[in-house]
């Protein structure tokens, strides 16, 4: 085949290159959610990208529209196995605690941060592959972990500068109140069966509280009007909800009740949460999440309470970037000049001196004049350029020039001095 016939290979839709001026602004902002978690003591899970198909099935819901349309699944042709790239995180991170019993002897709290996949029609903060943060409490039970989680994310928020953020909460109660509830809700859109779409239709028997969660606008008064779940909530699910609801309002954090904000998973049960934002155009959810305390024995495991939240990676960072423009982040502290086979031999070890005492360089590589490496030196958003030819060889020395600081002369330091004198202007500076 020649290069004439070969044809271009480009990214798949939906799934996209992070290029190195984009992933400096993603770095920050892992960095701080990391630190974010571990202040509140959570520690990270790490789960495999591919998982058995049925851990989805069975743990998502098979009347979810993850399972029935959107996910990456293709048989193994190894063993026959059906396995599915994860849309998300929650199912894993249980398999990944029952398998090795991590919740034995005490509660975990842990996260990951990493990519999942759903075959879904791209647009603004939607994407085939796209990041999470997920976290998740498991073993512990009561609304002051549901709280917590709120609280949370309400810090989270502050520390990067988040502002028109929107908290709505609602309670699926037990098991059995939803089956309660179901019967009343079907039995009522039963009456409104010749106005649903095809997917309503569809949903109606196998999962009705989907079908309150309708976009057209002609059945917004009959999701209005249909039977509430929380009119079916028992005496301890209303308790529990009534105990987050107090602690909300302990702790000054706004928020509204949303009795059709069901989530689009089947394991979740009593507190469910989302925050929601008008900054994203039509994928208004930042983060969403709830309280899953039966998904660990139904994937096997024994009896045990759970709760967590998801937040997605690309529609934070977009909330973030209106709130904090993006500003192009430097490659290195240093970039070391030079000219001539023996300055470039000693520009080498003196590139590695400077990296023993903590600093970031960059070693001009592939040769050129000492104004096109210049330029090459400004372009990179280094603080300090380092240059030798021969003069400086001959001196031992090095000549030090300034690159964002004006009025600054450019000065000559031994090479014995120069490392510790790089970073005593660098600190003095505030770039170190």
């Not at 969660?213 to 301890?236: I, S, V």
């Not at 208004?284 to 899953?292: E, K």
């Not at 977009?318 to 300055?343: F, I, N, T």
């Amino acid at each position: 085949m020649t290069n004439e016939n070969f044809q271009k290979v480009s990214a798949i839709r939906g799934m996209n290159d992070i290029l190195p001026a984009d992933s400096g602004q993603w770095e920050r902002l892992e960095s701080l959610v990391r630190e974010w978690l571990r202040s509140y003591g959570y520690r990270n899970l790490r789960t495999p990208v591919l998982e058995q198909t049925r851990l989805f099935t069975r743990g998502i819901g098979e009347v979810t529209d993850i399972v029935e349309k959107e996910m990456y699944s293709f048989t193994d042709s190894l063993n026959g196995d059906s396995l599915t790239m994860r849309p998300e995180f929650t199912a894993g991170m249980v398999r990944a605690t029952i398998e090795h019993n991590l919740i034995y002897d005490r509660p975990q709290r842990v996260f990951a941060i990493g990519p999942v996949f759903r075959h879904e029609r791209p647009q603004r903060g939607r994407y085939r592959q796209f990041h999470q943060i997920d976290v998740e409490a498991l073993g512990l039970a009561g609304p002051d972990i549901d709280v917590e989680l709120i609280l949370m994310l309400a810090r989270l928020w502050k520390i990067l500068g988040l502002a028109d953020i929107r908290l709505e909460i609602n309670s699926l109660g037990s098991a059995e109140e939803r089956l309660a509830h179901r019967q009343a809700l079907i039995a009522y859109l039963e009456g409104y069966k010749d106005q649903l779409d095809e997917d309503g239709k569809r949903r109606l028997y196998t999962n009705p509280l989907r079908v309150l969660d309708t976009k057209n606008p002609a059945l917004q008064e009959m999701a209005d009007n249909a039977p509430r779940l929380l009119d079916y909530l028992g005496e301890a699910s209303l308790a529990h909800f009534n105990g987050v609801r107090e602690r909300l309002d302990d702790a000054g954090i706004s928020y509204r009740v949303n009795p059709r904000l069901v989530r689009g998973l089947d394991y979740y049960n009593l507190t469910v949460f989302e925050w929601v934002t008008d900054r994203l155009g039509a994928q208004g959810t930042v983060c969403g999440g709830g309280r899953y305390d039966g998904l660990i024995s139904l994937l096997g495991g024994k009896p045990a309470p759970a709760v967590g939240f998801a937040i997605g990676m690309e529609r934070l960072l977009d909330l973030w970037s209106q709130a904090r423009p993006a500003q192009a982040q430097p490659e290195c502290d240093v970039y070391v000049v030079h000219q001539g086979e023996p300055a470039a031999r000693a520009a080498m070890r003196l590139a590695e001196a400077l990296r023993d005492e903590g600093l970031d360089v960059i070693l001009h590589c592939g040769g050129g004049s000492f104004k096109s490496q210049m330029k090459r030196a400004d372009g990179s958003g280094a603080e300090y350029a380092v240059i030798l030819g021969e003069d400086e060889m001959a001196e031992g020395a090095a000549s030090v020039k300034a690159l964002r600081a004006e009025g600054v002369p450019q000065r000559r330091v031994s090479m014995a001095e120069l490392p510790r004198f790089l970073v005593n202007e660098l600190v003095a500076s505030g770039s170190e």
